[in-house]
């Protein structure tokens, strides 16, 4: 039997994909290269935004026609999207082919849900109170890449963004134990891993619910020990990243001096709409005082353009923000209505062609910086950690500021840690020549 699972949303997404993977793996499946080849289909839903969930439904309705010709298939739809009970009751009504319906934290038992079909060949639906995350441990995770691997240390967010729906599917925060974490992070550096990404909606709260001395900073020192390998961390929240944990980065041996620090708008009045609990100032204090402490460090954001109420100058004071700041890397987005958020409320909606139109300045000015921090990198030797062939048949690898640069060489070179010098660039890509081998 064989399964395939279609992943939507943020990286906490993709890392939910690879522990149903372990899950289903552990009843005897194994992983088809596409749907036509899978007698189990999972659709891993985001709900970040109308579009991506207009997309799942369009998906189950096409999976539906084709289990008339495959009544054996099983069809499973779950996480962000169905978490929202009006949507699951509408999948369960709408389309009765479906045969598995999960919330973000019912993925944990996948593996009995699947069971459950499989005997009783009648549709289950497990959907738990968002706020009731019970973590379950040593669950077996397929891994989709052998040098680099995801782990989850908080689930959910308690921050309410106006505009964010997370809080509401994925519930309060939550930290894992972190003598789990250090146990996983060993076990996947014994098996060859190089390059660990520890997830969370915002890192920076770790350990803030064990309501003891226990905090991000702490665990980063903690699993500084276990070894030389690449440690990194997303998504973090300015108002939560406080200078200590700037020193902690600088001061341990393998924690990247890569930082992704959502700004989102750079106006004051915007950001307190937004509900992000920061100023302009504070922001530009603290990416100045990384750069003092860390100046190679490389630092990327997520912005939105066109919130509701956003004036031009509104608008210039996020441009002032990545000019200032220059952002080796922006993830842009305009300001989309997402229902069941506060935002979606409000009015002085921006409307549709100021957003795009802010968008191309904005995504004009980027382009812009991301050229010039490219450009600063000319001439200078990186270590990188070689991942595989790349375009043109070069290889292709990421420094520590998790930078692509792409240079010839010899594919055993796949998995090593080598020294590359920076001989070329363009806006979105370095290259470079082997230094050493
Ligand atoms: S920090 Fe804000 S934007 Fe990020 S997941 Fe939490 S509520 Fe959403």
């Given amino acids: 039997m064989k399964y395939f699972i279609e992943v939507w949303g943020c990286q906490m997404n993709e890392h939910d994909a690879e522990t149903l993977g372990g899950l289903i793996e552990k009843k005897g499946f194994t992983k088809a290269d596409n749907y036509n080849d899978a007698q189990l289909i999972v659709l891993h839903t985001c709900?970040?935004?109308?579009?991506?969930?207009?997309?799942?439904?369009?998906?189950?309705?096409?999976?539906?026609?084709?289990?008339?010709?495959?009544p054996e298939m099983i069809i499973a739809v779950g996480g962000c999207m169905t978490q929202?009970?009006?949507?699951a009751k509408y999948i369960?009504?709408?389309?009765?082919?479906?045969?598995?319906?999960?919330?973000?934290?019912?993925?944990?038992?996948?593996?009995?849900?699947?069971?459950?079909?499989?005997?009783?060949?009648?549709?289950?639906k497990s959907i738990s109170d968002a706020d009731q995350m019970d973590i379950r441990e040593y669950i077996p995770i397929t891994r989709n890449d052998k040098l680099k691997a995801f782990v989850?240390?908080?689930y959910g967010c308690n921050?309410?963004?106006?505009?964010?729906?997370?809080?509401?599917?994925?519930?309060?925060?939550?930290?894992?134990?972190?003598?789990?974490?250090?146990?996983?992070?060993?076990?996947?550096?014994?098996?060859?891993?190089?390059?660990?990404?520890?997830?969370?909606?915002?890192?920076?709260?770790y350990g803030k619910d064990f309501k003891d001395?226990?905090?991000?900073?702490?665990?980063?020192?903690?699993?500084?020990?276990?070894?030389?390998?690449?440690?990194?961390?997303?998504?973090?929240?300015?108002?939560?990243?406080?200078?200590?944990?700037?020193?902690?980065?600088?001061?341990?041996?393998?924690?990247?001096?890569?930082?992704?620090?959502?700004?989102?708008?750079?106006?004051?009045?915007?950001?307190?709409?937004?509900?992000?609990?920061?100023?302009?100032?504070?922001?530009?204090?603290?990416?100045e005082y990384i750069y003092k402490v860390m100046p190679e460090a490389t630092i990327s954001t997520d912005i939105i353009v066109?919130?509701?109420?956003?004036?031009?100058?509104?608008?210039?004071?996020?441009?002032?923000?990545?000019?200032?700041?220059?952002?080796?890397?922006?993830?842009?987005?305009?300001?989309?209505?997402?229902?069941?958020?506060?935002a979606a409320k409000m009015e002085n909606q921006v409307p549709e062609e100021t957003k795009k139109e802010r968008f191309h300045r904005l995504l004009e000015l980027q382009k812009k910086k991301s050229l010039e921090r490219n450009s600063e990198m000319q001439g200078k030797i990186y270590e990188v950690l070689?991942?595989?062939?790349?375009?043109?048949?070069?290889?292709?690898?990421?420094?520590?500021?998790?930078?692509v640069i792409n240079f010839k060489g010899d594919i055993s070179l796949e998995g090593e840690l080598v020294m590359v010098k920076v001989t070329d660039y363009n806006t979105w890509s370095l290259y470079g020549e082997l230094i050493g081998e």
Wanted: glycine fraction near 8%; charge should be neutral.
């Fill in 306 to 342: 066109g919130f509701p109420g956003e004036t031009e100058n509104d608008f210039l004071d996020t441009m002032d923000v990545v000019e200032n700041v220059g952002y080796d890397q922006a993830y842009m987005f305009m300001y989309s209505i997402r229902e069941g958020t506060r």
């Fill in 386 to 403: 070689v991942e595989g062939l790349g375009e043109k048949n070069r290889l292709t690898g990421r420094t520590r500021g998790n930078k």
């Fill in 213 to 287: 001395e226990t905090n991000f900073s702490m665990l980063l020192k903690e699993l500084d020990r276990l070894g030389d390998y690449r440690l990194r961390f997303m998504s973090s929240h300015p108002r939560d990243f406080d200078l200590e944990l700037v020193d902690t980065i600088k001061n341990t041996k393998n924690v990247c001096h890569q930082i992704h620090l959502p700004l989102q708008s750079g106006s004051d009045k915007i950001i307190k709409e937004m509900n992000r609990g920061y100023t302009k100032e504070h922001y530009l204090a603290l990416t």
């Fill in 92 to 124: 369960e009504k709408r389309f009765d082919k479906v045969d598995i319906i999960y919330g973000t934290h019912n993925l944990n038992e996948f593996d009995n849900l699947l069971s459950t079909v499989m005997e009783n060949k009648s549709q289950v």
């Fill in 159 to 205: 921050n309410y963004c106006s505009y964010c729906i997370v809080p509401y599917v994925r519930g309060r925060e939550k930290s894992r134990e972190i003598a789990y974490i250090v146990e996983e992070v060993k076990e996947l550096l014994d098996s060859g891993f190089k390059d660990i990404t520890l997830l969370g909606q915002n890192v920076n709260s």
């Fill in 47 to 70: 709900c970040i935004r109308a579009k991506a969930e207009d997309k799942v439904i369009g998906r189950i309705g096409a999976l539906s026609k084709l289990k008339k010709k495959r």
């Fill in 152 to 154: 989850n240390i908080i």
């Fill in 84 to 87: 929202q009970e009006e949507v």
